[in-house]
């Protein structure tokens, strides 16, 4: 915990008890307040995460007005402070009553010093929790609206959406499977001067070639057995809209040619038609496969690439878009939780952990998934570690120890290497190795040493 995060206020006019109090709290940062009017300066100048309060204060030590009255100034400055307040013996309404004005939570007079710690403790751990969760509200603000992530990489990519989605270049989203591909599209799209036409997707892996051409180009009445009726195809569907070509690494050879006339005359014809149909669409394309090794291995044409790579965003593996996973995870959780009605407030601290150090090789989709589920089945405001049964969404590969090793070796020099820059004997020192074994480590798991290594 930082040195702000331990600050307590404590607002008591009895000097003994307060003196009490000092040497119960002596391991925290106490500043000590005898009035409402002191209490409201040093919250102005120490910014305390938690304030214990006395409801009796001056002048109405006797009664609970300046009591309340502080609560509620308190709350007003800082609406984020934990204030725990101190009732009078068996006074339970004013206690209810102190809950109601926005304090978080009270102990009644004579003072069980345990249990307050124990309350006081409990204050401060959900203070910073909150402070976490704001601030990472905040990260991901910085980016495009439904996208979350506050890495400098998509960061990076969302900037180029912005820039680039105004104009009518056709895009090509680069990135693994779950990175988000689609997401980015329909980002472009909406912030086109095409959002209000439509947004057609079309998945050229997901449909056989024979029917990839009638689906693309429509096809006239007649043209062949089963054409009962004149049908578009999803390019004029598309028309004054935007049109994904996802998984465009699969699209056919056969009718890559077609396609390639379609971007350089923009007019499509359907199969058994004799008609050239304008159509005005913007293209958004996107694949996991490397273009450059298919165009080589003579499965993708060149000219074709040339046409649907006008500008290029690589969305990179959720594995290295560092702290993306955490912010991602809470923001699916609150929409899970929220989607099924539960209670549930957040991760443990092991959960997390075990998140982050997680390969996530289905990316964003797979991690998605895994809290969704984790949500359904919590049992606590919380979700723990075994409720995001690693083992079973990553379909077993878990088991695997040689690659569970590998992976968390892999992470663990990653980690090293971030934290202690290009200081090589330093990350030997961090993992517990000599440096020719790092040396060795590096090369095996094939990680770049720093360019200003020692
Ligand atoms: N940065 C992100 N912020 C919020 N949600 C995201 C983000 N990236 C991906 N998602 C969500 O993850 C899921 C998968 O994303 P999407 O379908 O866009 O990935 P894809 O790269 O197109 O996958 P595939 O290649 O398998 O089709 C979707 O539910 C999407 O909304």
Request: charged share 25%; glycine share 8%; with cysteine.
């Amino acid at each position: 915990m930082s040195e702000w995060q331990r600050r307590l206020l404590i607002v008591e006019d009895d000097v003994g008890l307060q003196r009490q109090l000092r040497w119960s709290f002596e391991d925290y940062d106490v500043v000590m307040a005898g009035d409402r009017a002191a209490a409201l300066s040093l919250l102005r100048s120490h910014e305390p995460a938690v304030v214990l309060q006395d409801l009796g204060l001056p002048p109405d030590a006797a009664g609970t007005t300046e009591g309340f009255a502080t609560i509620t100034d308190i709350l007003q400055q800082a609406p984020h402070t934990k204030i725990i307040v101190v009732t009078g013996n068996g006074d339970r309404d004013n206690a209810v009553k102190s809950i109601g004005c926005g304090a978080y939570d009270f102990c009644s007079k004579p003072l069980d010093l345990d249990v307050l710690r124990l309350i006081v403790d409990r204050a401060f751990r959900v203070y910073e929790l909150e402070a976490e969760n704001r601030q990472l509200k905040s990260q991901s603000a910085a980016t495009l609206d439904g996208i979350i992530g506050s890495s400098e990489v998509m960061r990076a990519a969302c900037r180029l959406v912005e820039k680039v989605s105004p104009s009518n270049a056709t895009v090509l989203l680069l990135g693994e499977t779950g990175t988000g591909k689609e997401l980015f599209a329909r980002a472009v799209h909406r912030l086109s001067k095409r959002r209000d036409g439509p947004f057609v997707a079309i998945n050229c892996a997901a449909i056989p070639e024979p029917l990839l051409e009638a689906e693309l180009f429509g096809y006239e009445k007649g043209a062949y057995t089963g054409a009962h009726k004149q049908t578009k195809g999803k390019i004029e569907l598309a028309a004054d809209g935007s049109l994904l070509l996802d998984e465009i690494g699969d699209m056919p050879v056969a009718l890559q040619a077609k396609l390639l006339r379609f971007f350089q005359q923009r007019v499509v014809e359907r199969i058994g038609g004799r008609e050239l149909i304008p159509v005005d669409v913007r293209v958004i394309c996107a694949t996991h496969q490397d273009l450059h090794a298919l165009i080589r291995a003579g499965r993708f044409r060149e000219d074709l690439f040339y046409r649907v790579s006008e500008v290029s965003i690589l969305l990179p593996p959720l594995r290295d878009r560092v702290g993306d996973v955490a912010l991602l995870a809470r923001y699916f959780l609150e929409q899970a939780a929220s989607r099924h009605g539960r209670n549930i407030h957040g991760f443990t601290p092991k959960a997390l952990k075990a998140i982050e150090a997680y390969p996530w090789r289905g990316n964003v989709r797979e991690l998605e998934n895994a809290v969704n589920s984790a949500v359904i089945m919590a049992e606590g405001k919380q979700i723990g570690v075994e409720e995001l049964h690693f083992g079973a969404i990553s379909g077993g590969d878990a088991l695997n120890l040689h690659e569970v090793r590998a992976v968390a070796e892999k992470r663990a020099i990653e980690r090293a290497l971030s934290q202690a820059g290009g200081n090589l004997t330093r990350v030997a020192d961090l993992l517990g190795v000599s440096r020719p074994t790092l040396y060795d480590l590096l090369d095996k798991y094939d990680l770049k040493k720093p360019a200003h290594a020692d």
